[in-house]
């Protein structure tokens, strides 16, 4: 199978990049994974494991590659190199509006460039609130482009009793809008909460 790529960008939410990293992992699908210098910052302040630490425990796995946000000879930043898709997970703002313009200046921007002009599919999760109308113009230009546009809220219907619940139904649906046949199949370990 063709590999995912992972984009970690500087918002909060490095749980859901972690937990669609481990996910992917957890079903054999190959991950290529690239960090934005912000995300590193952010992922300090959020999570009990260091990223390095986190990144030595991926690379055991011989479906994991890692490559770092300034390598733009990295085989992602080129359309020759075929990919099962990008999720950018979580999407910042500042990555959003790079991503809407065509703007390539790390190696996170170009592999979503060439998702857009290879049409391979593309999921952004951005995190950001409240939204200002740029924001809002630069997702409806992604939307426009095919991008799926997936903001991370909640399903209180399902009754989530732990952040967990939320950050694997949102994983979920993240991973299942780049069209992994076994995330449709088999979903991840969150279940709808009976009363």
Not at 30 to 59: G, H, K, N, Y
């Amino acid at each position: 199978m063709d590999p995912v790529v992972v984009g970690i960008s500087g918002a909060s939410g490095s749980i859901l990049a972690q937990r669609a990293i481990e996910a992917l992992l957890e079903r054999d699908i190959p991950v290529i994974v690239t960090c934005s210098t912000a995300a590193r910052m952010v992922w300090q302040e959020e999570m009990e494991e260091p990223f390095d630490s986190a990144l030595a425990r991926w690379q055991e796995s011989s479906h994991f590659t890692y490559c770092p946000i300034d390598d733009l000879r990295a085989p992602i930043a080129s359309g020759s190199t075929p990919t099962a898709g990008m999720v950018v997970i979580p999407c910042s703002a500042g990555t959003l509006a790079a991503i809407a313009h065509g703007l390539s200046s790390n190696l996170l921007q170009r592999a979503a460039d060439v998702c857009l002009k290879e049409r391979r599919r593309l999921v952004v999760v951005p995190r950001e609130t409240p939204l200002s109308p740029i924001h809002l113009e630069n997702m409806l230009a992604l939307a426009r482009l095919g991008v799926v546009v997936l903001p991370p809220e909640p399903a209180f219907y399902l009754h989530p009793a732990s952040v967990e619940d939320i950050v694997e139904y949102i994983v979920a649906k993240a991973l299942d809008a780049l069209g992994l046949p076994d995330f449709v199949d088999r979903p991840l370990r969150y279940q709808r909460r009976t009363e």
